[in-house]
Structure formats: structure tokens, C-alpha cells
């Protein structure tokens, strides 16, 4: 081992995160309305003071686990809980069953609205990672509610309070898309190290979504694993979404997979997910899609 070598490449990852951590705490934190700013050039411009919902979770949850590795800082503290703050004072749709919006204006005015549950999904880790930093039961409270409203809306559980509908007429083509148990996976790890009194929960829905991936989205034979599918987990050539494989969904499919085995010492899916991984960066389903689809025809003047 080239302990040199080594020792430069630790100091390099120090440098960067350290970088990276203050440009967004001197760029990023919008310290007059709170929460942070998430259109930033290279140089730390704002080319748009609308504000993703997402990146707000993101953002407190990233802070929060900053301290939770290198110990907690008082401006890492402070950027993370405005966040939380701003999401919560502007961010949910309270006539809409504490559904959460898209986007957001810079002082908090709701913008966009979507079907989707993702932006519960980051604001659920966000409160969990913030509760494990400083037990206050009221961010695990709201990281709770966020874990099962989502659930309930990707089971079918319950109508959406939002009443936007599905993306698709369902009487015409109904399907699943992988980031729903992909996501709701990653959920259940954060809350799984932040609430340990509920590891059994979250491993059941945990152990659920592993085999919505492999049954319905993995398709080892094609070397890849499909963004949507039908409802059977059929492969649908014919239609774009029905092609559509998306490499960087798949590293996280991985690291969220392999969070799991991990957690359960699983090796066999250890393995697996990591074939998830190769066939992502090898491009495999290029291969594969060639042949799943009819030769070009021949002319014939």
C-alpha cells in the first residue's frame, strides 16, 4: 500500500466536502426567508429563487447527517433545522391531507403540486436523521407520518388528498415504476438507524419492496432493470417509457439495496444488487435491447 498516496487522496476527500459544505452554507442558505436556495451556478449565482421541496429534505437531512458523522456544528445545526422549518411552514398542503408541494416561491408560496411522494419521502428522512441528532420527538413524529402517508399512497391504500389521479388512464394502461419501492426502501433505512423501536416495521416493508424490484423491475436476462413496467412487471418494447433504463436510478437501487442486505447479513442479495450495478455502468441492456426489438428491415428497391 502507497501510504503516501493514500494519505493525499484522505486530505483531497476533506478538502471537497469541506468545500462543499461551506458553498452551500454561504451560497445556498437563504437566511432571510429560510430554507435553502437550490439554483446555483458554480459560483454560488442564484439564477432562480424558486425553491425545489426536495431539495429542502435533502438538504436538512445531508446537514443533519454531516453532524452525525463528524460531530455536531452549530452552523450545520442551524442550516439543517431552516430547512426543516421552511418545509414546514411552507411546503405542505394542509387542505390536501398534509400533502406536500412540488415547488415554492422564495418566501414559501406554493408554485407546483404533483402526484408524486417524493418530496415526503425526503422530508421524512430529513425529520428522522434531525430527531436522532437531538431526540426531540416531534421530528420523528412527522418523519412517521410521512413514512406511512407514503405507503398508504404507493399501496393504494388510500385516495390522494390532492386528487391529481394517476399519470396514465388506468382503463388504458396501468403500471409500476421502480422509484416508488426504491425509494420507500431508502426510507425505511433511515428510519430503521433513527427509530430502532420500529426495526420490525420497516424490515417487513423493507423485505415488500426488495421483491417489487427483482419480480417486477430487475430483468437480469436483458442485463438491466427497467424504470416502468405493467403491472405484471411485462416489459413494454413498444412505448418509450416502456425502454427506459436509467443508470444513476440504478447506483441507487444498489446502495439502497445493498443497505439492506447489509442490515440483514443477506449476501445472495448483496450479490445482486451488485449485478444491478455492473449491468448500470457496463450499459449490458444496450446489448439486449438490440435483440428484443425487430431486425432492421431489409430494403427492397
Given at each position: 500500500?502507497?501510504?503516501?498516496?493514500?494519505?493525499?487522496?484522505?486530505?483531497?476527500?476533506?478538502?471537497?466536502?469541506?468545500?462543499?459544505?461551506?458553498?452551500?452554507?454561504?451560497?445556498?442558505?437563504?437566511?432571510?426567508?429560510?430554507?435553502?436556495?437550490?439554483?446555483?451556478?458554480?459560483?454560488?449565482?442564484?439564477?432562480?429563487?424558486?425553491?425545489?421541496?426536495?431539495?429542502?429534505?435533502?438538504?436538512?437531512?445531508?446537514?443533519?447527517?454531516?453532524?452525525?458523522?463528524?460531530?455536531?456544528?452549530?452552523?450545520?445545526?442551524?442550516?439543517?433545522?431552516?430547512?426543516?422549518?421552511?418545509?414546514?411552514?411552507?411546503?405542505?398542503?394542509?387542505?390536501?391531507?398534509?400533502?406536500?408541494?412540488?415547488?415554492?416561491?422564495?418566501?414559501?408560496?406554493?408554485?407546483?403540486?404533483?402526484?408524486?411522494?417524493?418530496?415526503?419521502?425526503?422530508y421524512a428522512i430529513a425529520n428522522a436523521e434531525y430527531y436522532a441528532l437531538t431526540?426531540?420527538?416531534?421530528?420523528?413524529?412527522?418523519?412517521?407520518?410521512?413514512?406511512?402517508?407514503?405507503?398508504?399512497?404507493?399501496?393504494?391504500?388510500?385516495?390522494?388528498?390532492?386528487?391529481?389521479?394517476?399519470?396514465?388512464?388506468?382503463?388504458?394502461?396501468?403500471?409500476?415504476?421502480?422509484?416508488?419501492?426504491?425509494?420507500?426502501?431508502?426510507?425505511?433505512?433511515?428510519?430503521?438507524?433513527?427509530?430502532?423501536?420500529?426495526?420490525?416495521?420497516?424490515?417487513?416493508?423493507?423485505?415488500?419492496?426488495?421483491?417489487?424490484?427483482?419480480?417486477?423491475?430487475?430483468?437480469?436476462?436483458?442485463?438491466?432493470?427497467?424504470?416502468?413496467?405493467?403491472?405484471?412487471?411485462?416489459?413494454?418494447?413498444?412505448?418509450?417509457?416502456g425502454r427506459i433504463v436509467n443508470p444513476g436510478h440504478d447506483i441507487e437501487c444498489?446502495?439502497f439495496l445493498m443497505e439492506y442486505a447489509n442490515h440483514k447479513g443477506d449476501k445472495?442479495?448483496?450479490?445482486?444488487?451488485?449485478?444491478?450495478?455492473?449491468?448500470?455502468?457496463?450499459?449490458?441492456?444496450?446489448?439486449?435491447?438490440?435483440?428484443?426489438?425487430?431486425?432492421?428491415?431489409?430494403?427492397?428497391?
Amino acid at each position: 500500500m502507497n501510504k503516501d498516496l493514500l494519505a493525499s487522496q484522505q486530505q483531497w476527500i476533506r478538502e471537497e466536502l469541506s468545500r462543499c459544505a461551506d458553498f452551500w452554507l454561504t451560497k445556498g442558505w437563504d437566511k432571510e426567508h429560510g430554507g435553502v436556495y437550490t439554483c446555483l451556478d458554480r459560483w454560488g449565482n442564484i439564477y432562480s429563487t424558486d425553491k425545489s421541496v426536495w431539495m429542502q429534505g435533502r438538504c436538512a437531512w445531508t446537514y443533519s447527517w454531516l453532524c452525525h458523522l463528524y460531530g455536531k456544528k452549530d452552523e450545520w445545526m442551524a442550516f439543517a433545522k431552516s430547512c426543516l422549518d421552511f418545509m414546514e411552514d411552507h411546503c405542505i398542503n394542509r387542505d390536501k391531507g398534509n400533502r406536500m408541494y412540488f415547488t415554492v416561491t422564495a418566501d414559501g408560496k406554493p408554485l407546483r403540486q404533483r402526484r408524486y411522494f417524493f418530496s415526503e419521502s425526503f422530508y421524512a428522512i430529513a425529520n428522522a436523521e434531525y430527531y436522532a441528532l437531538t431526540g426531540e420527538q416531534v421530528y420523528l413524529d412527522r418523519a412517521r407520518f410521512a413514512y406511512d402517508l407514503y405507503w398508504k399512497l404507493y399501496q393504494g391504500l388510500m385516495e390522494d388528498p390532492v386528487g391529481m389521479g394517476p399519470k396514465t388512464i388506468p382503463e388504458t394502461r396501468s403500471g409500476r415504476a421502480l422509484g416508488n419501492p426504491m425509494i420507500y426502501l431508502n426510507i425505511c433505512s433511515v428510519l430503521r438507524r433513527c427509530d430502532p423501536a420500529h426495526t420490525e416495521e420497516y424490515d417487513q416493508r423493507s423485505q415488500q419492496c426488495v421483491e417489487e424490484i427483482f419480480k417486477y423491475h430487475r430483468k437480469a436476462d436483458m442485463h438491466c432493470t427497467l424504470e416502468n413496467v405493467g403491472p405484471d412487471g411485462e416489459f413494454r418494447g413498444d412505448v418509450t417509457e416502456g425502454r427506459i433504463v436509467n443508470p444513476g436510478h440504478d447506483i441507487e437501487c444498489t446502495w439502497f439495496l445493498m443497505e439492506y442486505a447489509n442490515h440483514k447479513g443477506d449476501k445472495e442479495l448483496h450479490k445482486q444488487a451488485e449485478a444491478i450495478f455492473n449491468d448500470a455502468i457496463n450499459a449490458g441492456w444496450d446489448k439486449e435491447y438490440a435483440r428484443a426489438c425487430p431486425p432492421k428491415p431489409t430494403s427492397t428497391t
